[in-house]
């Protein structure tokens, strides 16, 4: 068995981590534009919403980012050029509905997607877009309490609704929320989540989670209805299975656990159901979920098509003993270190038989096709010659795309693969330019300079091959 012939190869971005112009055309703030650059003091800011809305800070370089909103044309080229089939990106929230609550959107905002997907069709590039990744308008963060409000549905599949009707014939695979299991992990980025002195958090963090998943069904409902049968909806899960520390039942145990927090989201959103574990877990956790009445049938009737999620890393939990594990990062997730792993610049541990494990593991589970719709490196990248020799890349990827070839040997149907940052961008994590993913090297550094011209990398070349080949030649 093989990739399929018509296998989706591309690469993703995100509308706030490329696009810049962060407040042109009439577009609002989203949760993304009050973040600082920079590793701590970026995760200061999550961990405090409320104090970073207060505190004036630098915002270069993620309010220009590489400036995607102007350069979309010139860098849909460069991706056709790499032999591209599918485009992933995201539509931003607040260059549609600028506070999120209004009941007219912004037109400017409609045309600017309107311009870049004709020009993806322009190169038989076909569309794949998120409705959320981590940029929910502020305001509805600062005046409603983000997602712990249930009327964050109500504006969601309004925004919904106006993009599905629009780009209807142009888009076919859609994707509700980015990394929606982030609601957990990062709750302001995910959920525009921001807590009171005392609040059960766990509530909070899982009454949003189920006011995302009510909305995702009904995004579902309105893609069949707006685009037809068959349009492709997904959700998107940050995967990355958690292994056991140790042979230890408890280990073993712990896991099964931890892997069930990541599977909730997806559970409910393809099977359509709250699964039977999340009883107790909610009681363990003092969590009482209110539902409205029809939520349970609208989650059963309307769950996804396909399973998509992003892949960086495996993670390694430990059972509550005395044992001291040694802690790594794996983007914003809790790991122990694995001994048997190598680990990026940025600590991230990089486990290709891992991604095997996840897919195998989500397709068992779920039996719907699945996408992988972000993997990739984030490295240090050196411009020399105007090129960068990214070999490294190379390297991490060629090892991925060969586990990801065995799972689909193993039976697991794929549907495609985008990189993550198939051109260099703001990092999500650290607001920097400094961490990049890109086939493509963008010439703009943390502190504002550069031309913002583009060049290819070595892996640029690579990866064309790799298409061409329908990934025969790694
Ligand atoms: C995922 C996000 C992306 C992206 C990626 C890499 O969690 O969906 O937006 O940025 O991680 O993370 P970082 O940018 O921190 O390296």
């Given at each position: 068995m093989s990739l399929r012939a018509d296998f989706l190869w591309g690469g993703a971005i995100a509308a706030n981590q490329a696009?810049?112009?962060?407040?042109?055309?009439?577009k609002g703030m989203g949760l993304v534009d009050i973040l600082p650059a920079g590793g701590e003091l970026r995760w200061h800011a999550l961990e405090n919403p409320k104090q970073a809305i207060e505190t004036t800070y630098?915002?270069?370089?993620?309010?220009?980012?590489?400036?995607f909103y102007h350069t979309y044309k010139e860098d849909i080229k460069l991706f056709a050029e790499m032999g591209f089939k599918v485009f992933r990106t995201s539509i931003s929230w607040p260059r549609i509905?600028?506070?999120?609550?209004?009941?007219?959107?912004n037109e400017a905002g409609l045309k600017f997607y309107d311009d870049l997907f004709d020009e993806c069709h322009k190169y038989g590039i076909e569309p794949l877009v998120t409705?959320?990744?981590?940029?929910?308008?502020?305001y509805l963060a600062t005046?409603?309490?983000?997602?712990?409000?249930?009327?964050l549905i109500e504006f969601y599949e309004r925004y919904a609704k106006v993009v599905l009707e629009r780009y209807k014939d142009k888009v076919k695979y859609w994707l509700?929320?980015?990394?929606?299991?982030m609601v957990l992990h990062i709750p302001f980025f995910g959920a525009g989540l921001m807590f009171e002195e005392g609040e059960n958090k766990d509530q909070i963090k899982f009454q949003a989670a189920h006011h995302q998943l009510v909305a995702s069904s009904l995004a579902t409902k309105a893609a069949k209805e707006i685009?037809?049968?068959d349009v492709m909806v997904g959700c998107m899960l940050a995967a990355g299975e958690v292994y056991p520390y140790s042979c230890h039942p408890d280990d073993m145990l712990k896991a099964v656990q931890e892997n069930r927090k990541q599977y909730f989201f997806i559970d409910v959103q393809s099977r359509g159901e709250y699964s039977t574990y999340t009883k107790r877990m909610f009681e363990e956790l003092g969590v009482e979920v209110e539902m409205e009445q029809g939520d349970k049938e609208l989650l059963k009737k309307y769950p996804v098509d396909f399973i998509s999620f992003s892949y960086y890393s495996s993670r390694l939990t430990v059972a509550d003993t005395d044992r001291q594990v040694e802690q790594s990062a794996a983007n914003a997730f809790e790991s122990g270190k694995n001994p048997y792993l190598e680990e990026s610049e940025w600590g991230w541990q990089i486990d290709p038989v891992g991604l095997r494990v996840t897919m195998n593991n989500l397709y068992d589970r779920y039996q719907k096709p699945l996408f992988i719709v972000e993997n990739g490196l984030g490295a240090v990248d050196e411009l020399e010659d105007d090129t960068v020799e990214d070999d490294y890349r190379i390297e991490y990827m060629r090892d991925h795309l060969e586990q990801m070839i065995e799972a689909v040997k193993d039976g697991v149907d794929l549907l495609g693969y985008t990189s993550w940052g198939c051109i260099d961008l703001v990092s999500a994590?650290?607001?920097?330019?400094?961490k990049r993913y890109g086939f493509i090297y963008v010439d703009r550094d943390n502190d504002g300079n550069g031309t913002g011209k583009r060049y290819k990398k070595k892996s640029f070349d690579w990866y064309k091959k790799v298409i061409e080949s329908n990934g025969k030649q790694l």
């Open positions: 696009e810049g112009a962060y407040q042109k055309d009439g630098d915002h270069y370089p993620s309010h220009e980012a590489i400036d509905f600028p506070k999120g609550d209004e009941l007219e959107p409705l959320n990744h981590f940029d929910t308008p502020l005046e409603y309490g983000g997602w712990r409000n249930r009327k509700t929320f980015n990394e929606i299991n685009v037809g049968e994590g650290t607001g920097e330019m400094k």
